[in-house]
């Protein structure tokens, strides 16, 4: 497992900068560079062309493409992530800042949804044909077709607004310290982004459960008299979170780079906020630094759950 696992990390270097290197030449194709949406229009109006080029060298936006690339590369490498052409702040206080707060959204939604769409699709599997099945079907296809944003303010309006349980947004108040004081502004945004994700769990789980229920080792633990309870459960359940797990392994790094529709309308200041915004200040660094986070974290996510899968299924095994 130890070679294995070298292999996979030796093997994450190549595609980390095949990645960066396709994201920073997509930037670089976006209409203006950082000078024109860091300053004022008419600020930029009023200087002449040879304080536009000092602006732009004392920034590095006078060298090519290819010699920006390598020496924000270099720089990483170094342990050197640059300061954002924006604000002076360096990147790496402005990640620290805004991480920790999508990683606890993430982490509290991927939670929520990988609780409820396991019991509820492996109930579906177990009692497949019955009502309880149809009912969490039609569930489950509901809860694929509602948009995030409509959830999300559906869930304010009655929540926030009108019955003021939550608060509307936010992750905390000047006012408080304790964490379980504080949680009462993650329930909201992490029950509807967990809630969203529920139905694509359930449907996995379900179909997982009814395959597994259909092999041959289901049926000789049925012939041997074990009860019905400990054949779904002990049996059944375990093999069929092998693609359950599949999921989820890879939907913690999505959710952590997909969760810029939650935390504009819940106003979280996470990650995905701070990324929208480097974006459309062409801020080159940030945004780099940002993308490498979320390149490794997909890569690494790989890795887990290939290890997990072996973990789970005895049947795979990892050395292939």
Same mark, same amino acid.
């Given at each position: 497992?130890?070679?294995?696992?070298? *292999? *996979?990390?030796?093997?994450?270097?190549?595609?980390?900068?095949?990645?960066?290197?396709?994201?920073?030449?997509?930037?670089?194709m976006t209409p203006?560079?950082?000078?024109?949406?860091?300053?004022?229009?008419?600020?930029?109006?009023?200087?002449?062309e040879q304080e536009l080029t000092a602006i732009r060298e004392l920034y590095?936006?006078?060298?090519?493409?290819?010699?920006?690339?390598? *020496?924000?590369?270099?720089?990483?490498?170094?342990?050197?992530?640059?300061?954002?052409?924006?604000?002076g702040v360096p990147v790496s206080t402005i990640i620290g800042r805004a991480l920790p707060a999508t990683i606890e959204l993430a982490i509290a939604a991927l939670f929520i949804s990988t609780f409820l769409g396991s019991v509820l699709g492996v109930l579906g599997a177990i009692r497949k044909g019955t009502m309880t099945d149809n009912l969490l079907t039609f569930a489950g296809m509901i809860g694929v077709s509602i948009p995030q944003f409509f959830f999300g303010m559906v869930c304010i309006l009655i929540f926030s607004l009108n019955l003021e349980w939550l608060p509307v947004g936010g992750r905390t108040d000047p006012s408080v310290v304790n964490f379980f004081d504080r949680?009462?502004?993650?329930?909201?945004? !992490?029950?509807?982004?967990?809630?969203?994700?529920?139905?694509?769990?359930?449907?996995?789980?379900?179909? !997982?459960?009814?395959?597994?229920?259909?092999?041959?080792?289901?049926?000789?633990?049925? !012939?041997?008299?074990?009860?019905?309870?400990r054949v779904n459960l002990v049996h059944g359940f375990r093999v069929s979170l092998t693609p359950v797990i599949v999921l989820v392994g890879f939907r913690l790094p999505t959710l952590i780079a997909g969760s810029v529709v939650i935390e504009s309308i819940f106003q979280w200041p996470g990650i995905g906020n701070t990324f929208s915004s480097a974006i459309r200040a062409s801020n080159y660094n940030l945004v780099m630094m940002i993308a490498l986070i979320f390149v490794f974290m997909v890569?690494?996510? !790989?890795?887990f759950v290939d290890i997990i899968t072996a973990l789970l299924d005895p049947r795979v095994k990892l050395e292939k």
């Open positions: 497992m130890f070679k294995y696992i070298i *292999k *996979k990390i030796i093997g994450m270097i190549p595609m980390l900068i095949i990645i960066t290197f396709l994201i920073y030449l997509l930037l670089e203006g560079d950082a000078v024109s949406r860091m300053m004022d229009p008419e600020a930029i109006a009023r200087l002449s590095g936006l006078n060298d090519p493409f290819i010699i920006r690339y390598f *020496k924000w590369l270099f720089q990483i490498m170094q342990g050197n992530f640059g300061t954002s052409i924006t604000s949680i009462q502004y993650l329930v909201l945004p !992490s029950l509807v982004l967990g809630i969203t994700m529920t139905a694509g769990v359930m449907r996995y789980a379900r179909s !997982s459960m009814l395959d597994t229920m259909n092999k041959e080792y289901i049926r000789t633990a049925r !012939s041997k008299g074990i009860p019905e309870w890569l690494f996510a !790989s890795t």
